[in-house]
């Protein structure tokens, strides 16, 4: 049953990023839209416990689709591509969340920031899910992505998973 919902889920997915890609611009035959794929796939990702692992789902495998499409492209291409998606997403849509839900951070947290303050307040259930999961990104080493890459992709993933649980946060202060 497990199987056959993750691949109702995939395909879903892939649908979704497909009609988004034909709304937005006519993407060439021989490109993945990886932009496209992961506003899709988070799109989907519903308010239930298991969301969190869902998000690095979604990111998981465009990063895996992007490479699969241009295998030939340098390793940095893909992660610097959903970085950025993370970024601007976290970044623009960070002032929608109720002050009140933000933890104390007037900006997106970084990965090193979530960490601390997942070891100083380890009572805070969001900042202790995220703390095991965040390596020190100079620890972290990527065949053919640069120490600055994975930073950056690190620094990404933290401040976007914690923008979807505050966003899902606020969601249930609504209903």
């Given at each position: 049953?497990?199987?056959?919902?993750?691949?109702?889920?995939?395909?879903?997915?892939?649908l979704s990023a497909v009609g988004v890609a034909t709304r937005s611009e006519a993407a060439s035959p021989d490109s993945f839209d990886t932009v496209a794929f992961l506003q899709a796939c988070s799109d989907l990702v519903p308010n239930v416990d298991y969301a969190p692992p869902m998000d690095v789902e979604c990111i998981s495998q465009s990063h895996r689709m992007c490479e699969l499409v241009d295998p030939s492209a340098e390793a940095e291409k893909c992660v610097s591509v959903v970085s950025k998606w993370m970024r601007d997403e976290t970044i623009s849509k960070w002032s929608q969340i109720p002050e009140k839900l933000r933890?104390?951070?007037?900006?997106?947290?970084?990965?090193?920031?979530?960490?601390?303050?997942?070891?100083?307040?380890?009572?805070?259930?969001?900042?202790?899910?995220?703390?095991?999961?965040?390596?020190?990104?100079?620890?972290?080493?990527?065949?053919?992505?640069?120490?600055?890459?994975?930073?950056?992709?690190?620094?990404?993933?933290?401040?976007?998973?914690?923008?979807?649980e505050l966003q899902r946060a606020a969601e249930r202060a609504e209903e």
């Open positions: 049953m497990i199987l056959k919902l993750r691949n109702l889920f995939v395909l879903a997915t892939a933890l104390g951070y007037g900006h997106p947290p970084a990965a090193q920031e979530l960490a601390r303050d997942a070891m100083r307040y380890f009572d805070n259930e969001l900042l202790a899910q995220f703390a095991p999961a965040i390596p020190d990104c100079e620890d972290v080493q990527v065949q053919g992505v640069s120490e600055q890459v994975v930073c950056g992709y690190a620094d990404a993933m933290a401040g976007w998973l914690a923008l979807r």
